[in-house]
């Protein structure tokens, strides 16, 4: 398919996936995916351990690969291409479970690399803007600290920072919380509900699920590679259809 397809002039879709399917070598990893997501959306996926919520997302910006479907973000289709790679990884934002922050580099210096060396800005003009979003995510005071020198919690909110600095045009969160202490998960999913409120499209892999009730305009159940049921907050925590969402949601609820 094309980059100017007609099928994807509808700019009101940031993320289409359209019978995806991937392998890691014989095992079918993903079975035909098929997700849109409109600009402003906020999209939870939940599953259990395995069930291909990583893979899935990281499909989004190539960090893995599919071999058969299509998917289009911001109406570039991803290929081998490494011209649309690129143009998709400079929109598409992500936040992993771990927090992956460079050790060696101050908070500041996380937030700017990119912005100088990838989008050749001004350093003072990333700075001005990593300092804005490092106030938005509460951590500014930390600026001149290395991760080394953070709570889990406030280096998960500096990796937010971060990809916020790229002006993303949608987030993709794997289980940013899962790895913190309980005490520190409610300051990270504040931040992005904040930023749901802002109106960030968002893709978030989460078991928090009062999150996933403020926050998801649709949840998303996936296991054994499938989506095998899709529904708003209400629907999907009150009436759940299918026997293996049930069964998820009485284990961890
Ligand atoms: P989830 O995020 O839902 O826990 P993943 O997408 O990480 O699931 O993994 C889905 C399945 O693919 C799992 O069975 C996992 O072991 C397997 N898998 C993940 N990454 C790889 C890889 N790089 N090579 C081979 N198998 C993998
Ligand atoms: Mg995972």
Redesign the pocket.
């Known amino acids: 398919m094309s980059e100017n397809s007609p099928q994807n002039a509808d700019d009101d879709i940031v993320i289409s996936l359209r019978n995806v399917n991937k392998w890691?070598?014989e095992?079918h990893?993903l079975k035909n995916i098929n997700l849109d997501v409109k600009r402003g959306e906020r999209i939870v996926i939940c599953?259990?351990?395995?069930?291909?919520?990583?893979?899935?997302i990281?499909t989004i910006n190539r960090l893995?690969e599919h071999q058969k479907g299509d998917i289009i973000v911001n109406n570039t289709e991803l290929t081998s291409d490494l011209k649309n790679i690129e143009v998709v990884r400079r929109n598409v934002g992500m936040v992993f479970q771990h927090f992956n922050l460079f050790p060696h580099l101050t908070v500041l210096e996380n937030c700017t690399l990119s912005p100088i060396w990838v989008d050749k800005q001004p350093k003072k003009e990333a700075e001005e803007v990593a300092r804005e979003y490092l106030s938005k995510v509460r951590i500014l005071d930390q600026a001149d600290k290395y991760p080394g020198q953070l709570s889990g919690g406030q280096q998960q909110r500096v990796a937010i920072a971060r990809s916020l600095c790229l002006n993303p045009s949608v987030m993709l969160f794997?289980?940013p919380t899962s790895a913190l202490d309980p005490e520190m998960i409610k300051e990270v999913l504040d931040v992005m509900v904040s930023l749901a409120k802002d109106g960030m499209t968002m893709i978030c892999?989460t078991h928090e699920m009062g999150f996933a009730k403020t926050v998801a305009d649709r949840v998303i159940f996936?296991d054994e590679?499938q989506i095998i049921e899709e529904a708003p907050p209400q629907e999907f925590f009150d009436n759940p259809k299918n026997e293996r969402t049930q069964l998820f949601l009485s284990q961890i609820i």
């Open positions: 890691y070598g095992f990893v599953g259990p351990s395995g069930s291909g919520k990583s893979t899935t990281r893995e794997d289980e892999v996936m590679g």
